[in-house]
């Protein structure tokens, strides 16, 4: 691209039409001299491509460009709100400590919430780019995350209450019609809180029937209803551990022993072996608990052939149940991927766009003139067609 000359000594014609000798800095000083060599041309096209590339890949990285690749939009309101990590903090106790069977129950709801709100999270990330699918997963994993609540109360009727009230050792019929030694009074009674576990089971079985409001419709039409009804669960859920947070530790130390810390303690995993979903209820339980103490349970309160139909089952439930969490993380980086894709692609076309020539409105005007002129019959040819005319009606008279 670049002529190379030969140098010839004695000759001052020759010292005249050397090359002006280039500066230190080679690039821009360069490119800015204006000819009309074809080369130099494209080197100035070159130049102009590379500069606005350059511009580009600057400008991907301002602020500007961040804004544009958000998921949200400018005046999106979250729909679900931040949920504090003490409030969603797993409690942990000895064996031996009066409270530790009401931890058991508490920390298996709370790691489910946990879970649940930040699949929730990833879902108000990308508003915009959610899909029925999203909903319909979200749904089957809140059915197991309702599974579990269910027989988390059915395992605090059984084996808490009963041991509180003094019933663990009536038969049914006895605790069908006779009175009870120490009855729970205030708003965890007996009737009380069955009522409080019927209205939160129904709340989430509305969750669960709101699957067929999205079919046909828009995601974002239906979604506030959803998050609506999903803050009214998870508070009611809330105001129950908090009553049980403050109401049962009186009862529970009135009968509490080492000897009682031992018999609850067996009790709890028996009865949650003969669960419906034992697999749900070990793994939320556990989850918050170290290997050494989960081996000790399951090898002390379970036999051998429990231990591996559990352990089977468990191992199913983590990977169908836990592995949405992952899924969900993986569509919320694929979808910030292909927004960045977008942007960038919209910011190199703009970038290499030809710009408009700006209109000649007087242009535009005497080519609307010429128009009509050339539509409009002329002066002379409108005399010639009239002489054309009146000599053909002279020569038929005197043919006449």
């Not at 059984?158 to 009230?165: F, G, P, Q």
């Not at 002489?387 to 038929?396: C, E, G, L, P, R």
Request: charge should be positive; hydrophobic fraction near 35%.
């Amino acid at each position: 691209m670049y002529k190379i000359l030969s140098k010839r000594k004695g000759s001052a014609e020759d010292a005249e039409n050397q090359p002006t000798p280039r500066s230190e800095n080679p690039g821009l000083p360069l490119f800015s001299v204006k000819s009309t060599d074809p080369e130099d041309r494209m080197l100035n096209i070159f130049r102009r491509m590379f500069s606005s590339n350059a511009s580009v890949q600057s400008g991907l990285q301002s602020p500007s460009f961040n804004r544009m690749c958000s998921l949200v939009p400018p005046n999106y309101k979250p729909l679900f709100p931040v949920v504090s990590p003490e409030m969603l903090k797993p409690e942990t106790y000895e064996p031996t400590h009066h409270l530790f069977v009401l931890s058991l129950s508490d920390n298996a709801i709370r790691n489910e919430i946990r879970d649940m709100y930040h699949i929730l999270k990833n879902m108000d990330m990308r508003p915009l780019m959610l899909t029925t699918e999203d909903i319909s997963l979200f749904l089957d994993w809140f059915a197991v995350f309702h599974s579990v609540i269910s027989e988390v109360f059915y395992m605090e009727e059984a084996v808490l209450y009963s041991w509180i009230e003094g019933a663990d050792d009536m038969t049914k019929e006895e605790r069908k019609w006779e009175t009870k030694p120490n009855p729970i009074t205030g708003h965890l009674s007996e009737g009380r809180r069955k009522k409080r576990h019927g209205e939160i089971l129904g709340l989430g079985t509305k969750i669960l029937r709101s699957r067929s409001y999205f079919e046909g419709r828009p995601v974002m039409q239906e979604l506030p209803e959803l998050a609506k009804n999903i803050q009214n669960f998870v508070s009611e859920i809330y105001r129950y551990m908090e009553l049980k947070r403050t109401e049962l530790p009186a009862f529970i130390s009135k009968r509490f022993c080492a000897k009682q810390a031992r018999i609850l303690e067996k009790k709890l995993w028996e009865t949650v072996r003969n669960l419906e979903h034992p697999a749900y209820v070990v793994s939320a339980m556990t989850s918050s608990m170290s290997r050494r103490e989960v081996r000790r349970i399951k090898n002390r309160y379970f036999s051998a052939t429990t231990r591996r139909l559990i352990n089977r089952w468990q191992t199913t439930y983590e990977q169908n149940h836990k592995e949405i969490l992952g899924v969900f993380n993986d569509r919320l980086l694929d979808s910030q991927k292909e927004r960045e894709h977008q942007v960038q692609e919209n910011e190199f076309a703009r970038a290499h766009a030809q710009p408009l020539e700006p209109v000649d409105q007087n242009r535009i005007q005497n080519m609307v003139m010429c128009d009509s002129d050339s539509r409009a019959p002329s002066c002379a040819s409108t005399f010639h067609d009239n002489s054309m005319s009146a000599s053909h009606s002279v020569h038929m008279v005197s043919a006449v």
